[in-house]
Every structure is written in structure tokens, then in C-alpha cells.
Nanobody
Framework: QVHLMESGGGSVQPGDSLTLSCVASGDTTRNWMAWFRQGPGKEREAVAAISGGGTITFYSDSAKDRFTISRDKAKNTMYLQMENLKPEDTDVYSC?????????????????????WGQGTQVTVSS
């Protein structure tokens, strides 16, 4: 059993930065971990994902060049550094983890492949 807890969300202005954290309890050593986001009336969207070893990462087109995903095995924590935030980044951001056997981007970005989810943290970008 794995429990995930996100933190670091908040209200910021366009162009600001935020770093989200996802602390895991339980063994995630061999698991992929990922960030998803979803807003009211919107479909859930994968933002970024990182392999168990931390050597493979995937980013959505909207996150590429602005967001950085990382994980600290010693702290069993995953991070999402977000820079140059835009109003369209406003969403609830959730972390997820699971043991994936298919490491294609399509598979890694499919939410149904993740077994454990956090409750989410709100990010609001507004002037």
C-alpha cells in the first residue's frame, strides 16, 4: 500500500514559479511516478513522469521547457518545478505512482495505469 501527499500549490501571478512536492509512504523504488492535472470540465492531463531510477522522464508539450520533474529516493519524494507559469496552468495537480511494464510515453501518460493517487493540490495562476 502506498499513500501520496502533495503540497506546494498556491495562487501566483503569470510568470511566477512554484515547486510541487509529492511525499510517498510505502515502497515506490521500482515505480514510475507522475504528475497529472485536471480542472473543472476538463479531462485529466498528464504533465510529467519519471521512472523508478529517475533516469527517464517524459513531459507534455505544455510542460516541456518550463517544468522539471525530479525525485529524491532518500526522501521518497517527487517534485515538479514549474517556471514561467501561465493562466492556462491553473488546475488541480495530482501525483500518482504505479509499477508499469510498458515504458512508452503513451503508457506512462495513461492515468489508468497508475494504482495510487494523491488528493491533489490547487495551482492558480492569475493576475
Amino acid at each position: 500500500q502506498v499513500h501520496l501527499m502533495e503540497s506546494g500549490g498556491g495562487s501566483v501571478q503569470p510568470g511566477d514559479s512554484l515547486t510541487l512536492s509529492c511525499v510517498a509512504s510505502g515502497d515506490t523504488t521500482r515505480n514510475w511516478m507522475a504528475w497529472f492535472r485536471q480542472g473543472p470540465g476538463k479531462e485529466r492531463e498528464a504533465v510529467a513522469a519519471i521512472s523508478g531510477g529517475g533516469t527517464i522522464t517524459f513531459y507534455s508539450d505544455s510542460a516541456k521547457d518550463r517544468f522539471t520533474i525530479s525525485r529524491d529516493k532518500a526522501k521518497n519524494t517527487m517534485y515538479l518545478q514549474m517556471e514561467n507559469l501561465k493562466p492556462e496552468d491553473t488546475d488541480v495537480y495530482s501525483c500518482a505512482t504505479g509499477f508499469l511494464t510498458n515504458w512508452s510515453q503513451a503508457s506512462v501518460f495513461a492515468g489508468e495505469n497508475y494504482e495510487y493517487w494523491g488528493q491533489g493540490t490547487q495551482v492558480t495562476v492569475s493576475s
